[in-house]
T-cell receptor
Framework: GESVGLHLPTLSVQEGDNSIINCAYSNSASDYFIWYKQESGKGPQFIIDIRSNMDKRQGQRVTVLLNKTVKHLSLQIAATQPGDSAVYFCAEMGGTSYGKLTFGQGTILTVHP | ETGVTQSPTHLIKTRGQQVTLRCSSQSGHNTVSWYQQALGQGPQFIFQYYREEENGRGNFPPRFSGLQFPNYSSELNVNALELDDSALYLC??????????????FGEGSRLTVL
């Protein structure tokens, strides 16, 4: 069936570096994409979202890029900090499926001091 | 903190037993969704409740059932537990708006172990 997946299961960076986490999606009907962060023992926490009529959206230290041509989504974290260490999930929602997200497998980000 | 609380936080059951998990949604949120997260995987959508009615269901068998109450809190019930039901069960609430967003507010989950 349709799915959302990640290219890299793990990513290790040094504190202060920029991090890029990638995600591929296959459902061409998806029109809304979200990045979540999940720390150990906690539920997913919303980071940033983007609609399909946009190709870039910026938040505080984070940027999401959407390339609909190749069905690719990325999350960029600037000046990565040890507190950014977590599992990052991309998720998609399509059409009328309000609140029903399809999550990818996740990328483990480890930030070394 | 998201304001979404789940109970119990951890529980152990044996195969064939039944379990009920509970969720209190964030104040003002009338939509509750349940997700199952197996170890090392992303959350998978089980079902959603809106105004006490099931409003969409993922690929889960009928032994997974739920309820939503007038105060918008919710329960997830799983009958005839199987070993593969061992997972973190996440509840997420959201406000229902005309435009809508995907920003779900997740609780910290109930960790179910089936022996």
């Amino acid at each position: 069936g349709e799915s959302v997946g990640l290219h890299l299961p793990t990513l290790s960076v040094q504190e202060g570096d920029n991090s890029i986490i990638n995600c591929a999606y296959s459902n061409s009907a998806s029109d809304y994409f979200i990045w979540y962060k999940q720390e150990s023992g906690k539920g997913p926490q919303f980071i940033i979202d983007i609609r399909s009529n946009m190709d870039k959206r910026q938040g505080q230290r984070v940027t999401v890029l959407l390339n609909k041509t190749v069905k690719h989504l990325s999350l960029q974290i600037a000046a990565t900090q040890p507190g950014d260490s977590a599992v990052y999930f991309c998720a998609e929602m399509g059409g009328t499926s309000y609140g029903k997200l399809t999550f990818g497998q996740g990328t483990i980000l480890t930030v070394h001091p | 903190e998201t304001g979404v609380t789940q109970s119990p936080t951890h529980l152990i059951k044996t195969r064939g037993q039944q379990v009920t998990l509970r969720c209190s949604s964030q104040s003002g949120h009338n939509t509750v969704s349940w997700y199952q997260q197996a170890l090392g995987q992303g959350p998978q959508f089980i079902f959603q409740y809106y105004r006490e009615e099931e409003n969409g269901r993922g690929n889960f068998p009928p032994r997974f059932s739920g309820l939503q109450f007038p105060n918008y809190s919710s329960e997830l019930n799983v009958n005839a537990l199987e070993l593969d039901d061992s997972a973190l069960y996440l509840c997420a609430s959201s406000p229902r708006t005309g435009v809508g967003t995907g920003e779900l507010f997740f609780g910290e989950g109930s960790r179910l172990t089936v022996l």
